[in-house]
């Protein structure tokens, strides 16, 4: 059964404390995995698309990695505002429908 | 701008009551998809459509329709069948049909029970 597992539920650092979300993956056929955030009361904001093994992708304090079963979120030097729940989710197969999402990781930074 | 506009932004149904939520964008994207967002789970699937007047159901259809008439709109109404409905609902939408093009995202409607 293809499954997305994101640890920890929850993180609380201290402003310029890094440290890693980790998402986990089980599919069959990868076709892309997707970092989004979050923030309470709003719809989730896209930050990136991974495609295979090896790949990273850049934004900001954020760090996107990718591995053949795992994908991790670095977040160096955390600031205030990075305080949000970051959703993993994953396209397995060719089918639209296939997205399947972690149930999420709260982060919170404070100051 | 373009987006995607949910609305209402909070919804209160009485027992045995039908609601429809709104969802309108103006992104001119093809596949368009509404997700239930419950506290500490991800969002689950309930229906998608890829292209005007066809759909599909998603993991969680039941007690839920939606119907797509148009491009930019894609409305769906929770059933008195759906017994529990208190959840956060977000639309999004999907331009492209490649591997790895994003869903974006409205800001969601609240559904309560009265």
């Known amino acids: 059964e293809d499954q997305v597992t994101q640890s920890p539920e929850a993180l609380r650092l201290q402003e310029g404390e890094s440290s890693s979300l980790n998402c986990s993956y089980t599919?069959?056929?990868?076709?892309?995995l997707f970092w989004y955030r979050q923030d309470p009361g709003k719809g989730p904001e896209f930050l990136f698309t991974?495609?295979?093994a090896g790949e990273e992708k850049e934004k900001e304090r954020l760090k996107a990695t990718l591995t053949k079963k795992e994908s991790f979120l670095h977040i160096t030097a955390p600031k205030p505002e990075d305080s949000a729940t970051y959703l993993c989710a994953v396209q397995a197969g060719s089918s639209a429908s296939k997205i399947i999402f972690g149930s999420g990781t709260r982060l919170s930074i404070r100051p | 701008d373009g987006g995607i506009t949910q609305s209402p932004k909070y919804l209160f149904r009485k027992e045995g009551q039908n609601v429809t939520l709104s969802c309108e964008q103006n992104l001119n994207h093809d596949a368009m998809y509404w997700y239930r967002q419950d506290p500490g789970q991800g969002l689950r699937l309930i229906y998608y459509s890829q292209i005007v007047n066809d759909f599909q159901k998603g993991d969680i259809a039941e007690g839920y329709s939606v119907s797509r008439e148009k491009k930019e709109s894609f409305p769906l109404t929770v059933t008195s069948a759906q017994k529990n409905p208190t959840a956060f609902y977000l639309c999004?939408?999907?331009?492209?049909?490649?591997?790895?093009?994003?869903?974006?995202f409205g800001d969601g409607t609240r559904l309560s029970i009265l």
């Open positions: 999004a939408t999907r331009g492209g049909s490649g591997a790895g093009a994003p869903q974006h």
């Open positions: 991974l495609y295979s």
């Open positions: 599919v069959s056929g990868l076709r892309g």
